[in-house]
């Protein structure tokens, strides 16, 4: 199944557990969706491919308040809350020849350091799997999704994009590549899976509100688990655990993401709580998420080979 993006397929600034899916798959599903990034102010010249649909979803109307536009939401059959959602991140590709970045003043890390909004646009070289930077440098890409998400519980209501919370959103972590799985805790009936917020390339931290944003096209299979005893979002690489917190204070994220870390390593070697509090600190990686979304957020990093 193809989801393409449009305006009767995406949601644009918020999430909100009412919203109808506008597609219902089985669990252990592969639906492929496509995405776009950006309002009109970012628009390139016509020298770069722009994906007629980011246009149609501008004349519907831009959103007062900042928020990514998603695809979504897809419904999993049987999906409740106390359930989580195995998303693994089958394939990951560019949809569009361009990117960008921008400086938006009160925002990102520095936020009144630059009193006007800046920004450039990146040539995409997806052969080369390159971005072209203004002054001359070509930059790696690694695309991923800055946006997995479920729906939030219904009593939060409607609730922006910005923030990451419980139910994932704006995990903005780049580890979140194609071959990696995320693990949501599922809070409505469906589950109710959206994907946005393209990144072609993006440091640890995020630091400027951006990181390339660009059009991409995602296949994730999706799959129920009732064996998983999770109430926060949590990944894994072919090589790495990975837990999360988000929270305004820094110190708080790396608590979360520490506290989780030393449950699964307890679990999994049989340990006690303070050994893998130990080992934590010889061998976890604690690494800066992003500072930029007002729930800032910190992973923590644990080579499987630790825990065989």
Not at 42 to 61: C, Q
Not at 183 to 207: K, M, R, T
Not at 251 to 265: G, K, N, P
């Amino acid at each position: 199944m193809i989801i393409q993006a449009g305006p009767e397929t995406c949601h644009w600034g918020y999430f909100d557990a009412t919203l109808d899916p506008v597609a219902t798959v089985p669990s252990g599903a592969e639906v492929t969706m496509n995405s776009v990034s950006g309002g009109p102010e970012v628009l390139p010249d016509d020298s770069f491919h722009i994906p007629p649909e980011l246009l149609a979803i501008h004349e519907t109307g831009v959103p007062k308040v900042p928020g990514h536009i998603l695809t979504g939401p897809v419904a999993v059959e049987g999906a409740v809350p106390g359930d989580v959602l195995q998303v693994d991140i089958l394939d990951v590709r560019l949809r569009q020849d361009w990117g960008f970045t921008f400086i938006r003043p009160l925002s990102g890390t520095l936020p009144l350091d630059f009193s006007e909004r800046q920004g450039m646009t990146l040539r995409l070289d997806a052969d080369a799997n390159e971005a072209h930077l203004p002054w001359g440098r070509k930059l790696p890409l690694a695309p991923f999704f800055g946006v997995m998400a479920v729906a939030p519980p219904r009593g939060w209501g409607r609730i922006s994009t910005i923030e990451p919370r419980a139910h994932g959103g704006n995990l903005d972590n780049k580890e979140l590549v194609a071959g990696t799985t995320l693990y949501l805790p599922v809070h409505a009936e469906g589950a109710l899976f959206s994907c946005g917020d393209g990144h072609g390339a993006q440091g640890d931290g995020e630091v400027c509100v951006t990181a390339i944003e660009t059009a991409l096209q995602g296949r994730f299979r999706l799959t129920l688990r009732r064996d998983l005893d999770m109430t926060y979002p949590e990944a894994e690489t072919p090589t790495h655990y990975i837990t999360m917190g988000m929270h305004p204070d820094l110190d708080t994220c790396v608590e979360m993401a520490l506290r989780r870390m030393m449950v699964v390593v307890s679990a999994k070697l049989g340990i006690s709580r303070a050994e893998a509090y130990m080992l934590c600190s010889l061998a976890g990686d604690l690494r800066i998420t992003q500072t930029v979304n007002r729930e800032k957020g910190v992973h923590m990093m644990m080579a499987k080979s630790c825990l065989e």
